[in-house]
């Protein structure tokens, strides 16, 4: 049996988790609302995090934008993902959502702008 003690990022209220493994057999407890024992399977489990970053930008009115995936990529591909960005080049102008880097590291999630350069 292994325990692990985490804080939930499910909400606001950052409870204070024990997850308690017993093969498959997985027990949260100290979550005060549904998402804390969701967020604690998952990341014992499958742990996933959105990355952010940046990319540069030419012609710009800032010689950079912030981006991020998509959606949360598994744990161990987030030095991939930022590998595969940091060789990539933007010319402006570049729209808030506009896709920057498509299936990034094999996920299957795509790598988006979140701010306009004009």
Same mark, same amino acid.
């Not at 209220?13 to 549904?34: F, K, R, S």
């Not at 030419?58 to 993902?81: F, M, N, W, Y």
């Not at 590998?83 to 880097?101: C, Y």
């Given at each position: ?39 604690? &399977? ?18 710009? !009115? *800032?010689?950079?934008?912030?981006? &991020?995936?998509? !959606?949360? #990529?598994? &744990?161990? &591909?987030?030095?991939?993902?930022? *590998? ?27 790598? #988006? ?6």
């Amino acid at each position: 049996m292994e325990t692990r003690e985490l804080t939930c990022i499910g909400c606001p209220l950052g409870c204070a988790l024990t997850v308690t493994m017993n093969g498959e057999d997985i027990t949260v407890t100290g979550n005060t609302c549904p998402r804390g024992a969701e967020y604690a &399977k998952k990341e014992v489990t499958d742990p996933r995090r959105i990355v952010t970053s940046t990319v540069r930008v030419t012609g710009g !009115s *800032l010689p950079a934008v912030s981006v &991020k995936t998509k !959606s949360d #990529i598994p &744990k161990g &591909k987030i030095e991939d993902c930022i *590998l595969a960005l940091k060789n990539v080049s933007l010319t402006a102008p570049v729209h808030m959502g506009d896709v920057v880097l498509s299936n990034v590291a094999d996920t299957g999630v795509d790598v #988006i702008a979140t701010k306009n350069i004009l």
